[in-house]
């Protein structure tokens, strides 16, 4: 089973209202939501094949960014609070969330879950 037809067969993810953006096992964004393209102002094939932290504002929450998504690759979810630009420029602060998305008991992709 791939990543995405993991995720996007969970009713969790269908039926979330938060911003939600599944990354691949290197941290690249491979799929979003609904309410992720309005969060960013892009589009998920906008934002696919791109990384989170490029959005992000200061280069602390990336280097926290990267963190998180080592520590989902190893099971764990963790969250903090960041800032990032949407399409227009404007300054966005999230809670955000990420989580190890599991198959069989292995990781096999993340979730980030973005809240105003």
Known sequence: ???????????????????????????????????????????????????????????KDSNILHYLLIRAEDGFTENTEMAIRNKSGERIDLAIEIA????NDNVIGMYGTLKR
């Open 1 to 59: 089973m791939d990543i995405l037809k993991a995720l996007t067969e969970n009713e969790f993810y269908l039926q979330k209202e938060d911003a939600i953006l599944l990354f691949d096992l290197t941290g690249i964004i491979i799929n979003g939501n609904r309410s992720a393209e309005e969060l960013t102002g892009f589009s998920v094939g906008e934002l696919c094949q791109s990384r989170l932290n490029s959005l992000v504002i200061e280069e």
């Open 100 to 103: 190890p998305l599991f198959v």
